[in-house]
């Protein structure tokens, strides 16, 4: 009984250690925002369209593929992930989506929201999670150190 009791506790806190982080608080965010996410991995590569916004009080993640197909959603309410919609869980979209707040937060919020990142040049870091390389504010690429995985990620342009 014990020992089961132990085990479970083991997989509750392997469960928690392994949830990407989420800043302190929801960062100062200029909101909607529709990008083009590019994904490669292993010489593998997959295009989303990802498009997030505030509802609510809310942070809603929407992400298709190109033929407009939902691939995830998850809205960010008080600092914890939450399902949207019927679609089965997707951890990775919820590590991209943890990633990219980190990319988007402002230079200036970073320190308070993510004590542990590391900013120089054109680059931000969270060890051991992420490292994002800025060509501008908006477009960036997203590494996932260890992982041979990276997203690039660029503005999708508005219609006249």
Known sequence: MIRALLMGCVLLLSACASQPPLPAKNPTLTLPLQLHVEREQNGQRQDWLLVIQREDGAIRWSMMDPLGIPQARQKL????????????????????????????????????????????????????????????????????????????????EAAP
Do not use: C, M
């Open 77 to 156: 309410i008080d600092g914890a992930w939450q399902a949207d919609g019927l679609l089965p869980p997707n951890p990775q979209a919820r590590e991209l989506f943890a990633a990219l707040l980190f990319a988007l937060t402002p230079a200036n919020e970073v320190p308070g929201n993510y004590p542990g990142a590391r900013e120089f040049d054109d680059i931000r870091v969270l060890k051991p999670h992420w490292q994002i390389i800025y060509q501008s504010p908006q477009v960036f690429t997203v590494n996932l150190p260890g992982q041979d995985l990276n997203y690039h990620i660029t503005p999708l």
